[in-house]
Structure formats: structure tokens, C-alpha cells
């Protein structure tokens, strides 16, 4: 069988795409920590056993960095070797799909909040749950992206389906503060093939307790809904991605891009995420723009450059609103305070 040079390049990217994210992802797991730690079980065992900590604020931002650095260095990569355009795509796919992913995090405080999972075993959650969403996410691009290919009209599907999105998303405002356990389906469907415990075991996802069954512990509890919630969420956001490009090697980069620094960036956000008031309109513009985009692609096809420019304004915007607020709210938390340290401080002994 005879390649082109074209399909060779295309391969080289995919083998580059493989080993740039296994590496990161190696590291960042602690993988390579752990083989490590292993050797050194023997010589230095107090010392490894204090290494074992929680993941502290700024390690996730420094990862949260490492990720994004690395997300744009692949985009240099894409660039230097399938041209402009193609970069473009990938940027404005990434971008779309982290801004989506930052607003599924709300769902996994609550859902950590909900079953009382301790900050320190978030972690493994999360880890397993990205893992999960990448292989998820895989054939659900190549089926999307296939059904476009073969089926011009399911661009009005997608394109319809993104303006129903937005209008649920801005109809339901309000996030509950809990989520209801015995009622969520996959919590249902999850009773169905083993019986559930209500106490943890440190980070075990499932326990053999002294009656000799097998239970599923919180841990695995709070696995299986984040996984039930991102299957939801990619088939909301993958439609938007397939709206820039229906190229699967742009489309699964950045999807999977965006979303290996969910876990450092949920830790860095975890305690301001209230803080982004004008997030969900942000969310829910840039999706009706894109179900817009995608509507009338046969009448007008919008520049790949206007669509991230639009998107960047759409977050702008909403980051800067959001930024007046919160100094609003903190003049007037301190001038109330002011007030009320003077009242006692002129009032009676």
C-alpha cells in the first residue's frame, strides 16, 4: 500500500498528538511519581508517605498553566505544519470548549458537595472521570463529523439543536444548591448491579464489606453521575466544535486539549466559581451564535477569524462584567462594615 505525503503528515501529527499528551498526562497523574516512589520504597519510606499530600492551590495553577502553554504550543505545531486556517479552527474550537467545560465544573462542586467527597480524594474522581470523557469523546466526533460529511442537512440538526441548548440554559438560571441522589437516573441505574454504602473508604471506589458483597462506596457514586453529566455535555458541546470545523483530527485535539486541564483548573476555581456572574450569559451568546453559524452556512459562511473574534468578545465582556460586580460588592461590604465599626465604636459602653 502506497501513502501520500499528505496522509504521512497526517499520521507523523497523530503520533506527535499521542506522545506530547501521554508525557504531560504521565507526569501530571503522577505516574512517573509513583514509579519513582516504588523504587524508593525500601530506602526512604517515611519521606515518600509526606510526598502523598493534597493537591495544593498552586501546584493546580501551575498545571493549569502547563496545560493551556502546551495547548497553544500544539496550535504553533498545527500551524508550522498543516497551515493558517487549520490553526484557526483548532484555536476557536479550544477555546469554545474550555469556556463550555469551565461551567460543567459547577455541576461537579455540587455533585462533590452533594455526597460530601473530602477535597483530597476529589482528585482521583476527576482523574479517572477525564480519562473516561476522552474515550467517550473519541467516537462521538468521528460520528459527528461523519453524519455531517454524508448528511448535509444534519448541519440545521446541529445548528437547531445548539439555539434549544441556549434557550434551556438561559430559561434554567438558578444552579441547585444540592443535586438529589436517590433520584438521579445513573445513581439508579448504578443500584441495579451492586448495592451502595453511604460511608467512604478513603479513596476506594468499591468495598467488600463483612457480608462478603461488593459495594460501591460515594467515591465511585460521584464517578458514575460526573460521567453521566459529561456524556450530556458532549453532546451539547461537541455540535458547537463540529459548527468550526468537521476536520476529526482539529475537533478531537482540541476537545481533548481542553479538557486534560479540567482537574488543575477545577481546583484553582473551586472556591470563586460564584464569583463568574455573567458566565452562563457568556455561554449561552457564544451558542447561539454558533447554532446562527450553522443555520445559515448556505446562505453566508462566517470567516473562521470572525467566530473567534466574536467568541473572545462574548468572553471578554462577560469576565470584565463580572469583575465590575465583584469590586461593586466588595466597596459595599467595606463601606458597611466601616459603618458598623463606627455605630459601635460612638455608641454607648
Given at each position: 500500500?502506497?501513502?501520500?505525503?499528505?496522509?504521512?503528515?497526517?499520521?507523523?501529527?497523530?503520533?506527535?498528538?499521542?506522545?506530547?499528551?501521554?508525557?504531560?498526562?504521565?507526569?501530571?497523574?503522577?505516574?512517573?511519581?509513583?514509579?519513582?516512589?516504588?523504587?524508593?520504597?525500601?530506602?526512604?519510606?517515611?519521606?515518600?508517605?509526606?510526598?502523598?499530600?493534597?493537591?495544593?492551590?498552586?501546584?493546580?495553577l501551575a498545571w493549569t498553566i502547563v496545560w493551556i502553554s502546551l495547548g497553544l504550543?500544539?496550535?504553533?505545531?498545527?500551524?508550522?505544519?498543516?497551515?493558517y486556517e487549520k490553526m484557526l479552527e483548532y484555536i476557536t474550537g479550544y477555546t469554545l470548549e474550555k469556556t463550555l467545560s469551565v461551567d460543567n465544573m459547577f455541576v461537579f462542586l455540587l455533585i462533590f458537595t452533594s455526597l460530601a467527597i473530602p477535597h483530597q480524594y476529589q482528585h482521583k474522581v476527576l482523574s479517572v472521570g477525564i480519562l473516561s470523557a476522552i474515550a467517550m469523546r473519541i467516537p462521538l466526533v468521528i460520528v459527528g463529523a461523519s453524519l455531517l460529511e454524508s448528511f448535509h442537512w444534519m448541519i440545521y440538526v446541529f445548528g437547531a439543536f445548539l439555539l434549544v441548548t441556549a434557550i434551556r440554559m438561559a430559561i434554567h438560571r438558578k444552579e441547585k444548591e444540592n443535586i438529589d441522589i436517590e433520584r438521579n437516573i445513573a445513581v439508579r441505574l448504578l443500584k441495579k448491579f451492586v448495592p451502595l454504602t453511604s460511608k467512604l473508604y478513603e479513596s476506594r471506589f468499591l468495598v467488600r464489606l463483612t457480608d462478603g458483597a461488593l459495594y460501591a462506596t460515594p467515591m465511585l457514586v460521584a464517578l458514575i453521575i460526573i460521567e453521566m453529566t459529561d456524556l450530556?455535555?458532549?453532546?451539547?458541546?461537541?455540535?458547537?466544535?463540529?459548527?468550526?470545523?468537521?476536520?476529526?483530527?482539529?475537533?478531537?485535539?482540541?476537545?481533548?486539549?481542553?479538557?486534560?486541564?479540567?482537574?488543575?483548573?477545577?481546583?484553582?476555581?473551586?472556591?470563586?466559581?460564584?464569583?463568574?456572574?455573567?458566565?452562563?450569559?457568556?455561554?449561552?451568546?457564544?451558542?447561539?451564535?454558533?447554532?446562527?453559524?450553522?443555520?445559515?452556512?448556505?446562505?453566508?459562511?462566517?470567516?473562521?477569524?470572525?467566530?473567534?473574534?466574536?467568541?473572545?468578545?462574548?468572553?471578554?465582556?462577560a469576565l470584565g462584567l463580572s469583575a465590575i460586580k465583584l469590586k461593586i460588592k466588595n466597596n459595599s461590604y467595606a463601606t458597611l462594615s466601616e459603618q458598623d465599626f463606627g455605630s459601635k465604636k460612638d455608641g454607648p459602653i
Amino acid at each position: 500500500m502506497i501513502f501520500n505525503t499528505q496522509q504521512v503528515e497526517v499520521v507523523l501529527m497523530w503520533v506527535l498528538f499521542s506522545i506530547f499528551v501521554g508525557v504531560a498526562l504521565a507526569i501530571d497523574l503522577g505516574v512517573i511519581g509513583k514509579i519513582k516512589e516504588m523504587r524508593a520504597k525500601g530506602s526512604n519510606q517515611k519521606a515518600a508517605s509526606k510526598e502523598k499530600k493534597v493537591r495544593s492551590t498552586n501546584d493546580a495553577l501551575a498545571w493549569t498553566i502547563v496545560w493551556i502553554s502546551l495547548g497553544l504550543i500544539f496550535a504553533g505545531v498545527i500551524y508550522f505544519s498543516m497551515g493558517y486556517e487549520k490553526m484557526l479552527e483548532y484555536i476557536t474550537g479550544y477555546t469554545l470548549e474550555k469556556t463550555l467545560s469551565v461551567d460543567n465544573m459547577f455541576v461537579f462542586l455540587l455533585i462533590f458537595t452533594s455526597l460530601a467527597i473530602p477535597h483530597q480524594y476529589q482528585h482521583k474522581v476527576l482523574s479517572v472521570g477525564i480519562l473516561s470523557a476522552i474515550a467517550m469523546r473519541i467516537p462521538l466526533v468521528i460520528v459527528g463529523a461523519s453524519l455531517l460529511e454524508s448528511f448535509h442537512w444534519m448541519i440545521y440538526v446541529f445548528g437547531a439543536f445548539l439555539l434549544v441548548t441556549a434557550i434551556r440554559m438561559a430559561i434554567h438560571r438558578k444552579e441547585k444548591e444540592n443535586i438529589d441522589i436517590e433520584r438521579n437516573i445513573a445513581v439508579r441505574l448504578l443500584k441495579k448491579f451492586v448495592p451502595l454504602t453511604s460511608k467512604l473508604y478513603e479513596s476506594r471506589f468499591l468495598v467488600r464489606l463483612t457480608d462478603g458483597a461488593l459495594y460501591a462506596t460515594p467515591m465511585l457514586v460521584a464517578l458514575i453521575i460526573i460521567e453521566m453529566t459529561d456524556l450530556i455535555f458532549a453532546i451539547d458541546s461537541i455540535p458547537a466544535v463540529l459548527a468550526i470545523t468537521t476536520d476529526p483530527f482539529i475537533v478531537i485535539t482540541s476537545n481533548i486539549f481542553a479538557i486534560l486541564g479540567l482537574r488543575s483548573l477545577y481546583f484553582v476555581l473551586a472556591g470563586m466559581m460564584e464569583k463568574f456572574y455573567y458566565l452562563k450569559p457568556a455561554l449561552v451568546a457564544s451558542l447561539m451564535f454558533i447554532g446562527a453559524k450553522m443555520l445559515a452556512s448556505d446562505i453566508y459562511k462566517i470567516p473562521i477569524e470572525i467566530s473567534l473574534i466574536v467568541i473572545f468578545v462574548i468572553l471578554g465582556i462577560a469576565l470584565g462584567l463580572s469583575a465590575i460586580k465583584l469590586k461593586i460588592k466588595n466597596n459595599s461590604y467595606a463601606t458597611l462594615s466601616e459603618q458598623d465599626f463606627g455605630s459601635k465604636k460612638d455608641g454607648p459602653i
